[in-house]
């Protein structure tokens, strides 16, 4: 198991609102308050199925042709992205980051395969995406479990 310390909050915190899944970091809202109280396996189970949401959701837009590039292109633009995540993370959190200054993905070793979506559309469409998964796994292994053991 890796030794993340840290949240994946990103500082946008929605939960504050009362939505159940935060728009910014994708955690539900009982994640969010009790982090700090969370076990090291807790908590990167948490990593674990936000990378999952967002490989699934990347795999199908990108073509990752040089992992070194990529985290070349990290250091050089002094992107804030971490190592310890996969690739399609990485990409994901790099469309964030430089989707407005940026027309491709070349010096990151990324290749879009819709070249014909812009960055930015590109980013909000991930986003999107990225909420609605979290939401809809929110729905099926939290709020479904519980409406079932009321019932019991």
Same mark, same amino acid.
């Given at each position: 198991?890796?030794?993340?310390?840290?949240?994946?909050?990103?500082?946008?915190?929605?939960?504050?609102?009362?939505?159940?899944?935060?728009?910014?970091?994708?955690?539900?809202?009982? *994640? @969010? #308050?009790?982090?700090? %109280?969370? $076990?090291? /396996?807790?908590?990167?189970?948490?990593?674990?199925? +936000?990378?999952?949401?967002?490989?699934?959701?990347?795999?199908s837009?990108?073509?990752?042709?040089?992992?070194?590039?990529?985290?070349?292109?990290?250091?050089?633009?002094?992107?804030?992205?971490?190592?310890?995540?996969?690739?399609?993370?990485?990409a994901? *959190? @790099? #469309?964030?980051?430089? %989707?407005? $200054?940026? /027309?491709?993905?070349?010096?990151?070793?990324?290749? +879009?395969?819709?070249?014909?979506?812009?960055?930015?559309?590109?980013?909000?469409?991930?986003?999107?995406?990225?909420?609605?998964?979290?939401?809809?796994?929110?729905?099926?292994?939290?709020?479904?479990?519980?409406?079932?053991?009321?019932i019991?």
């Amino acid at each position: 198991m890796s030794k993340r310390t840290r949240t994946p909050c990103i500082g946008i915190c929605s939960t504050t609102y009362g939505d159940e899944v935060c728009r910014g970091c994708k955690r539900f809202s009982y *994640e @969010i #308050i009790n982090w700090n %109280s969370f $076990s090291p /396996e807790e908590k990167e189970a948490i990593w674990k199925r +936000l990378e999952k949401l967002k490989t699934q959701i990347m795999s199908s837009r990108v073509k990752i042709f040089d992992s070194k590039l990529m985290n070349d292109g990290v250091k050089k633009y002094r992107l804030r992205v971490k190592d310890d995540l996969n690739d399609f993370s990485k990409a994901f *959190e @790099i #469309i964030k980051q430089v %989707s407005e $200054s940026f /027309e491709n993905l070349n010096d990151f070793g990324i290749e +879009l395969i819709n070249k014909q979506k812009s960055l930015k559309d590109l980013k909000d469409d991930i986003e999107i995406e990225l909420y609605t998964l979290s939401k809809a796994h929110y729905s099926k292994y939290f709020l479904e479990p519980l409406k079932i053991n009321k019932i019991i």
